[in-house]
C-alpha cells in the first residue's frame, strides 16, 4: 500500500505548489486513482478465480441481466468493443461464456454463462462484497452511502 509523506521544506526555500497554487494532493482525480489502487490491491488479493476486475465485472453483469450480444455486454459495463471482445475471449477459454452467432444477426456475437461461469461468478459476487466492505471499512455508513451516490453522479 502507498503512503503519504510529507515533503521536508527547506527555510527560504518556496515550493512549486505554493506558487502555482495546484496541491496535488487534494486534487479529487488524483485520489480516485490512489483510492482505486487501494481497492485494486484488496480486489486482487481476494478474487477467486483469478478473475480481473474487468473479468469480474462482465461475469457478474451477465449473472445480472441474463445473456446478451457481446457488444451490449461492453456498453454495460462501460468497455470498447476490443475491449470486451478479448475479456470473452479470455472467459471463454476458461470455461466460464460459451458465445454463439445470433442467428438474426450474424454480425453479432452472444454471451451467456456457463453452469461452471454461474457457480464461479456466484462465489465471486460474495467475495465481491467483502471486497467492497473491506475497501469502505475507513468510512461510517452514512460516509459509504454518500460516496456511493457522489460517485454514481460523476459516472
Same mark, same amino acid.
Given at each position: 500500500?502507498?503512503?503519504?509523506?510529507?515533503?521536508?521544506?527547506?527555510?527560504?526555500?518556496?515550493?512549486?505548489?505554493?506558487? +502555482?497554487?495546484? @496541491? @496535488?494532493?487534494?486534487?479529487?482525480?488524483?485520489?480516485?486513482?490512489?483510492?482505486? $489502487?487501494?481497492?485494486?490491491?484488496?480486489?486482487? +488479493? /481476494?478474487?477467486?478465480? !483469478? &478473475?480481473?476486475?474487468? $473479468?469480474?465485472? *462482465?461475469?457478474?453483469?451477465?449473472?445480472?441481466?441474463?445473456?446478451? +450480444?457481446?457488444?451490449?455486454?461492453? =456498453? &454495460?459495463?462501460?468497455? !470498447?468493443?476490443? %475491449?470486451?471482445?478479448?475479456?470473452?475471449?479470455?472467459? /471463454?477459454?476458461?470455461?466460464?461464456?460459451? %458465445?454463439? !452467432? !445470433?442467428?438474426?444477426? =450474424? /454480425?453479432?456475437?452472444?454471451?451467456? &454463462? %456457463?453452469? =461452471?461461469? =454461474? $457457480?464461479?461468478?456466484?462465489? *465471486?459476487?460474495?467475495?465481491?462484497?467483502?471486497?467492497?466492505?473491506?475497501?469502505?471499512?475507513? &468510512?461510517?455508513?452514512?460516509?459509504?452511502?454518500?460516496?456511493? #451516490?457522489?460517485?454514481? #453522479?460523476?459516472?
Amino acid at each position: 500500500m502507498l503512503r503519504r509523506e510529507k515533503l521536508k521544506v527547506l527555510p527560504g526555500k518556496v515550493e512549486p505548489a505554493e506558487a +502555482s497554487g495546484y @496541491l @496535488l494532493d487534494i486534487q479529487p482525480g488524483f485520489l480516485m486513482r490512489v483510492a482505486m $489502487q487501494r481497492h485494486t490491491s484488496i480486489f486482487t +488479493s /481476494r478474487m477467486v478465480e !483469478d &478473475l480481473t476486475q474487468t $473479468q469480474f465485472a *462482465a461475469l457478474a453483469k451477465l449473472l445480472e441481466v441474463g445473456p446478451c +450480444s457481446q457488444n451490449h455486454l461492453g =456498453r &454495460l459495463i462501460y468497455l !470498447d468493443a476490443a %475491449t470486451i471482445k478479448g475479456v470473452v475471449d479470455r472467459l /471463454r477459454v476458461r470455461g466460464f461464456v460459451i %458465445t454463439s !452467432d !445470433d442467428p438474426k444477426d =450474424r /454480425r453479432r456475437m452472444d454471451v451467456a &454463462l %456457463t453452469e =461452471r461461469g =454461474r $457457480q464461479v461468478t456466484e462465489v *465471486a459476487v460474495k467475495v465481491a462484497a467483502e471486497i467492497t466492505a473491506a475497501t469502505l471499512a475507513p &468510512l461510517t455508513p452514512e460516509e459509504q452511502r454518500a460516496i456511493g #451516490k457522489l460517485l454514481t #453522479k460523476l459516472t
